[in-house]
């Protein structure tokens, strides 16, 4: 799995997404312009001892990114998404792209892709999930579909 952020601009959700990309395997883009230095103690801080673990690719903007994967399945998660992430059959390289904290994907984006946009469901009032709690619900149930490929399952003994 691939994971992409685009624009992000709080280093603290960088850092989570980078921890959970670590954790799971996935590869971590991210998209400039970024709103922090790679170099930010609160990025280092959320990804913890995690870093070596991470594979990472830096785009200077969202077409060099297309242009490197353009015959990859993408989907882009968007409030305005007409599918459930859950109705959508993940595949094991697919890349699975968010945008920035406080806007989202630009609407030039989303309008060229609306065929591929995911939401997560959510009360109305709500206007979105914190992007790092987002990356995680949806890699998650990608990785789910897929059997969680190269990650150890822990047996639970719930007779203990």
């Given at each position: 799995?691939?994971?992409?952020?685009?624009?992000?601009?709080?280093?603290?959700?960088?850092?989570?997404?980078?921890?959970?990309?670590?954790?799971?395997?996935?590869?971590?883009?991210?998209?400039?312009?970024l709103?922090?230095?790679?170099?930010?103690?609160?990025?280092?801080?959320?990804?913890?001892?995690?870093?070596?673990?991470?594979?990472?690719?830096?785009?200077?903007?969202?077409?060099?990114?297309?242009?490197?994967?353009?015959?990859?399945?993408f989907?882009?998660?968007?409030?305005r998404?007409?599918?459930?992430y859950?109705?959508?059959?993940?595949?094991?390289?697919?890349?699975?792209?968010?945008?920035?904290?406080?806007?989202?994907?630009?609407?030039?984006?989303?309008?060229?892709?609306?065929?591929?946009?995911?939401?997560?469901?959510?009360?109305s009032?709500?206007?979105?999930?914190?992007l790092?709690?987002?990356?995680?619900?949806?890699?998650?149930?990608?990785?789910?579909?897929?059997?969680?490929?190269?990650?150890?399952?822990?047996?639970?003994?719930?007779?203990?």
């Amino acid at each position: 799995m691939h994971l992409v952020l685009v624009e992000p601009e709080i280093p603290a959700n960088t850092g989570n997404v980078a921890r959970t990309c670590a954790v799971t395997g996935a590869e971590l883009h991210l998209v400039k312009p970024l709103g922090f230095s790679v170099d930010d103690k609160h990025l280092k801080r959320a990804g913890l001892d995690y870093w070596h673990l991470l594979t990472i690719h830096y785009h200077d903007n969202f077409e060099e990114f297309l242009n490197a994967y353009s015959d990859c399945r993408f989907h882009l998660a968007s409030t305005r998404g007409g599918r459930v992430y859950t109705d959508v059959q993940y595949e094991p390289d697919d890349f699975l792209i968010f945008g920035k904290e406080t806007a989202g994907l630009p609407e030039e984006i989303i309008e060229r892709y609306q065929d591929c946009c995911i939401r997560i469901p959510m009360i109305s009032e709500a206007r979105s999930l914190n992007l790092s709690n987002s990356v995680a619900v949806v890699l998650f149930e990608a990785l789910r579909q897929n059997g969680f490929p190269g990650l150890k399952q822990i047996a639970i003994d719930r007779n203990k």
